[in-house]
């Protein structure tokens, strides 16, 4: 037990065991880089992804290592662009795509080609068209924050925060800082995941997440090891923590 009186279980139990996830929900990571944002966001999908109910992920960073290896380890194929190019060597749809447009670096040049690309993976998720074909799907967006303010897709994702539920698309975000967490991916999500922030104005922006204590949030995730992190499911207002 936490001091907040919270259980704590093992990252396996809680992958393997305590995480539910129905088609639809939103989820929503928030933690500081090199905390296991990406590496438990895989773990998770992994254990949903399939041909019946596939999944996206959007890749903004121009290299990740730990992409590179669940898209291998889940069978997720890599694609430059969307919607992805049937081929004949590869007719089966796999159980999740890893779209990763090419960078340039150059900001001028990357930032409206990446737009444009993870722009209409958004819509075919949210409508459930193309690839997709109306089945149940997750989508991934590792750097919410920069595909929102830097691409400029924040009207697209706050549509689908508010509207995809009910057309069992789910919405995944991460966040490295609490204060770059807009309110929809608070109010919105079904489930949150919280690592330790060091800073103190940025923990107040837990007071933002409703249907739970804001000072119990705050005190639980201050007091978390380097890779522990706070779980809640708003659903029933179950709350844990989860060593690495």
């Known amino acids: 037990m936490t001091a907040t009186g919270l259980h704590i279980f093992s990252r396996d139990e809680f992958v393997q065991r305590r995480f539910r996830y129905r088609p639809g929900e939103h989820v929503t990571m928030v933690g500081p880089t090199g905390c296991g944002k990406t590496w ?24 990740d290592p730990v992409t590179n290896m669940y898209a291998r380890r889940l069978k997720f194929r890599i694609v430059p662009t969307w919607p992805p190019v049937w081929s004949p060597w590869k007719p089966q749809d796999p159980p999740g795509w890893v779209v990763w447009p090419r960078t340039k670096f150059d900001p001028d040049l990357d930032r409206p080609y990446k737009a444009n690309i993870f722009r209409k993976a958004l819509m075919n998720a949210y409508r459930g068209n193309g690839v997709f074909r109306k089945r149940p799907r997750i989508i991934y967006v590792d750097d919410a924050y920069g595909i929102a303010i830097i691409l400029d897709l924040d009207d697209e994702l706050i549509e689908m925060w508010t509207e995809a539920r009910t057309m069992e698309c789910g919405l995944w975000t991460g966040f490295q800082k ?42 639980t995730v201050m007091q978390l090891d380097a890779h522990q992190f706070m779980y809640i499911r708003r659903d029933g207002r179950r709350m844990c923590v989860v060593d690495a």
Not at 43 to 59: K, N
């Open 40 to 63: 438990l966001a895989y773990q998770l999908i992994g254990q949903y992804a399939s041909t019946r109910w596939p999944a996206v992920s959007l890749m903004k960073k121009p290299r």
């Open 178 to 219: 609490p204060s770059h967490v807009p309110l929809w991916a608070y109010s919105q999500a079904e489930h949150l995941i919280l690592f330790n922030d060091p800073d103190k104005r940025s923990r107040e922006r837990f007071a933002e997440i409703g249907g739970v204590d804001p000072v119990t949030v705050r005190d």
